[in-house]
């Protein structure tokens, strides 16, 4: 073959997909890539390239280990390509026809492998959407999974197409949004095929292997459990793919580790999230940074498995020094991460802010074209040239501080409307004549003041009125709970659900059966923009929990970001038919350890943006363009697993500020 795409000299052709062909091509060095030319049809279609672009550069961001790495891509209206690394190895679907189904090591290999993967390009924001045999290489140093992020943007035509609609989840098949599950569902119809030969028969037709049924014949032991269940129709009864690794790994006993639980009540999956990760925040990459992002582990709890016996604090030697909580977050080299608009990111307890990548400080990033000098790593033909790249605007600090201090000032601002960030307080705990609201006078100083705030002195009158403490009017918030309750309160409808109150230098809510309380912070103002950092850990049960923002007890509305018990994270907007939900798993989740969520609200000129991290690593973000909700109170939540015991968790600490 004598052709030429750009640069890249053809040598054979390797195959066909629905957007266009692949070959096996040489760089101008010399190395073998595998150059994906897209259909002409597709090339000549602007909206297509735009797409093509925005989606190959997610899937740059994948870790490289677990894929062919992109190396290249040129956008031309007379050309698209895309040029990966080639992986010299048959494709699942080759090797299966050509020498028959995997069995013993081999099979749990690619079980494991294409879960790993699976693992990566959730924990890089992405859903794979479009996993199946032929999209599994089997290279020299292992299976590697390519085909994500693009292919679904041409429809189901052709051979590829045909066999890409036999992995399609039921959800998926009925035209619902591909989540994290789907792909567990194609996980299980290719653990099958590799280890039958049989093709699943798809989501959109109904599953002989569905789990309702005896289970997928062919496969034993643990694999045989992990596809039945990766087969259910219902997405909520599948196993996520941390508890698949766990299970295949023999890291925990898969009897207890498979079950997942359900979707929460309130909680239906229905509009579409822009980016699960939040591009639109462009953090800065620490150089060098000393510390890990996810905190170390800790040891065992103490924790009574009675909630009437009080909390053990959490040993603080054990965790990662916490920021002085009126100050922004620094990193080593003195610089804050911050937001286009110029605010700092708060960082959970001076934790290195997570790369965009959603790469934790100090791991290296993945290739990206353009991004690192001379290409990949070993084996990589590299060197090619940059063809797109991501801005990182390089903070400036007194920016940053001249910012704060403008946030600062501005929340206090008398409520004309004029920030819109501040609106008459309806909740939660202030009583007229309480003397609650701040106003310039009494925020001024506390500004500078650190947390824990004081509370305010209460006048005689409100003293004997009420035991409920006076709101507070300090801003940044910060409560360690490890003082009287500053007058946190549970919205009407979890009363009676179960309990909250400290104890124990932690705010422990426990939640019965079917339980959900959300308890809001003693906040003097309802709060717009905001960024809450909250340590959190499950003491018992099963159920989901977080904090929230922009809450409104009067039609139960709130953003709530919500972390399960099973290590699914989610962002929703409560109390507002449709709800949504958009589930991700979170990379490295122990639910009995403490966790730092790091959530934000925070409105721009299309919508609200809502972000959280979880140990430092950006999990989810959505953008909220419809109709989204004005200021509020902000809090911590906490919901029982339908049909479960209840569940009991801790907050140690909760700090919020613009
Ligand atoms: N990096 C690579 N190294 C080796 N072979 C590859 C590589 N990429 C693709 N191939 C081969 O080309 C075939 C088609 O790949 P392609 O990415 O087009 O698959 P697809 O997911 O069906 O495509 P589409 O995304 O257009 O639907 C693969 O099955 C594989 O055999």
Not at 213 to 234: C, I, K, N, Q, S
Request: glycine residues 12%; contains cysteine; positive net charge.
């Amino acid at each position: 073959m004598n052709t030429v795409i750009g640069p890249y000299r053809v040598v054979s052709r390797l195959g066909q997909g629905r957007t266009g062909e692949v070959f096996l091509a040489r760089d101008p060095d010399g190395r073998q890539v595998a150059v994906k030319v897209v259909h002409p049809r597709l090339a000549a279609d602007p909206a297509f390239r735009r797409r093509f672009q925005q989606e190959a550069e997610a899937a740059s961001r994948v870790a490289r280990s677990c894929t062919a790495p992109i190396l290249d891509i040129r956008l031309d209206d007379g050309q698209v390509y895309l040029v990966t690394e080639y992986v010299d190895g048959p494709d699942l679907r080759r090797r299966v026809t050509d020498h028959g189904p995997l069995s013993g090591s081999g099979l749990e290999t690619l079980a494991v492998s294409t879960a790993v993967a699976l693992q990566a390009v959730h924990a890089a924001g992405l859903v794979h959407q479009d996993l199946k045999p032929s999209g599994i290489l089997l290279g020299p140093l292992g299976p590697r999974v390519i085909g994500f992020g693009v292919a679904h943007l041409a429809g189901p035509a052709g051979p590829a197409g045909e066999e890409a609609s036999l992995y399609i989840s039921p959800e998926r098949a009925r035209g619902e949004e591909a989540t994290a599950a789907s792909d567990v569902f194609a996980w299980g119809g290719v653990v099958l095929y590799a280890a039958t030969g049989r093709q699943p028969s798809g989501g959109g037709t109904g599953h002989p292997d569905d789990h309702a049924g005896p289970g997928p014949t062919g496969l034993h032991g643990v694999l045989h459990d992990l596809v039945g269940r990766a087969l259910a129709r219902d997405p909520g009864r599948r196993p996520g793919v941390p508890e698949i690794l766990r299970a295949l790994t023999g890291a925990s006993d898969p009897a207890t580790s498979l079950v997942r639980p359900p979707t929460a009540a309130g909680e239906q999956p229905v509009e579409p999230f822009d980016v699960p990760t939040n591009p639109a925040i462009p953090l800065v990459r620490p150089p060098a940074p000393p510390v890990a992002a996810v905190p170390p582990a800790l040891p065992p709890l103490d924790v009574p498995t009675n909630p009437a016996v009080p909390l053990t604090r959490l040993p603080s030697a054990d965790l990662p020094a916490v920021h002085p909580p009126d100050l922004p977050a620094a990193h080593p080299d003195g610089l804050p991460t911050t937001h286009p608009n110029g605010l700092p990111t708060a960082h959970p307890d001076g934790l290195p802010a997570a790369h965009p990548d959603g790469l934790a400080a100090g791991e290296q990033p993945p290739h990206r074209p353009g991004r690192i000098p001379g290409g990949g790593g070993p084996g990589s033909p590299g060197a090619a040239p940059p063809r797109w790249g991501r801005s990182v605007a390089a903070p400036v600090l007194a920016g940053v501080a001249i910012a704060l201090v403008i946030a600062a000032v501005s929340f206090f601002l008398p409520r004309d409307g004029a920030t819109g960030d501040r609106e008459p307080l309806a909740q939660p705990a202030a009583t007229a004549g309480d003397g609650a609201g701040p106003t310039p006078e009494t925020t001024a100083g506390a500004v500078a003041t650190l947390s824990p705030s004081p509370q305010p002195t209460p006048s005689p009158s409100t003293a004997t009125a009420t035991a409920t403490p006076a709101p507070e009017r300090v801003w940044p918030f910060r409560d360690d709970f490890t003082g009287e309750d500053r007058g946190w309160s549970v919205a009407a409808w979890g009363k009676g659900k179960g309990r909250h109150r400290p104890a124990g230098g932690a705010y422990r809510i426990t939640a019965r059966s079917d339980g959900y309380l959300p308890v809001a912070a003693p906040l003097a103002a309802p709060v717009k923009n905001a960024t809450i950092t909250a340590k959190v850990q499950v003491l018992n049960g099963t159920g989901t929990f977080g904090v929230f923002c922009r809450g409104r007890d009067a039609g139960a509305r709130r953003y709530e970001f919500s972390i399960s018990s099973g290590g699914d994270a989610s962002i929703v907007k409560s109390g507002e038919a449709p709800a949504s939900v958009k589930r991700v798993p979170v990379p490295g989740f122990r639910p009995a350890r403490l966790n730092v969520l790091q959530a934000s609200c925070l409105s721009g000129k299309t919508g609200t943006r809502l972000s959280l991290r979880v140990n430092g690593r950006g999990v989810v973000s959505r953008l909220d363009r419809e109709r989204p909700f004005a200021s509020g109170s902000i809090g911590v939540f906490a919901r029982a697993q339908g049909g479960g015991s209840g569940v009991d968790v801790g907050f140690n600490s909760f700090e919020a500020r613009s």
